[in-house]
């Protein structure tokens, strides 16, 4: 059974595709359906990540620029939280497989564009798709949450950008899974942009399909490595395509209690950049940092301007 892609079409000419994990850890990993999906259906496709490690001087990797390095499995270990060479041991251990894992260090909203460019240069891509596990990134900005928002903003504001790639396409699951009850707000910003022809559809991992098998193998290799946890969405969302739901344990590891297993959790959903960037209220705030902290710092400062949203009281049941 196949991954039923809504966003083929938009891809059918594309050559070179980038698919990059735009809030950092495990957000790449979560990629994997869609990667091996696009790859069965014969499209070059390259995986890069905005990383939480610190790539700064490696050794052993293709270093692009000081905060752009190409990572394989030669390279050295040199953090506990290393998802991503964790999962190029994978592909070299179970599937026999040797590529080069991008990782953008986690820097300002400028530096992070000028990576892209050098990197879009150097692969000749001609499509991004931007994963979200979670869904931060169709956040307005002011609906009281923080997690990895600026993270995501960060990305969102690099590739929305790159104007002359025009197939740049947004991608979140793990929607509905966390338990502080902002889900009308994704739903009524998920309602505009299919209002405004910016939502491509949606698609559905299930138990039976290769490509969730070959994630959840994925999964279940890097959680078993030392001293490293498990994906906040990644595990759940294994749980949820499983048929598990409510507060369930979807880690002998790490009990995420801001969690609810629910069958939302296994879709992908499919967004416009350009839409999405314009809906987002803190994006060009952030154009001219070089820093993550100093894009952290804006944010932090800029944020007070827009008053927190009103949770609406006739949601029904």
Known sequence: ?????????????????????????FDVVCSLPIYFELKQQGYNVHLANFSFSNIFGLEDSIQLTETLVGVSTEQKKWAQHYPELY?????????????????FQKTGARSLLENYRVLVNHLSIDGILLIDNG???????????????????????????????????????????????????????????????????TCSLLPQMAVFQNFENAVSYMQNKPLHDPGVISSPMISAVRGEYGDYPSSKKKKENYLWISPLMA?????????????????????????????????????HFFPTRKMPTNIPC
């Open 267 to 303: 879709i992908y959903w499919f967004f416009d950049v350009e839409l999405v960037s314009k809906n987002n209220l803190f994006i060009n705030q952030l154009q001219d940092t070089d820093t993550f902290m100093e894009a952290l710092q804006m944010f932090q400062t800029v944020k």
């Open 1 to 25: 059974m196949d991954l039923n892609l809504p966003i083929i079409d938009k891809l059918a000419k594309c050559k070179n595709i980038l698919i990059v994990g735009m809030g950092g850890a």
């Open 87 to 103: 999962l190029i041991e994978w592909f070299k251990e179970k599937r026999q497989e040797i590529f080069t894992l991008w990782c």
């Open 135 to 201: 869904y931060d990134s169709i956040m307005r900005g002011n609906e009281g949450i923080t997690s990895t928002q600026v993270e995501s903003t960060i990305s969102l504001f690099a590739v929305n950008q790159l104007t002359d790639i025009s197939t740049r396409i947004l991608t979140c699951t793990g929607i509905g899974a966390k338990r502080n009850a902002i889900s009308p707000y994704i739903m009524e910003n998920v309602a505009k942009f299919t209002r405004a022809g910016g939502c491509f559809g």
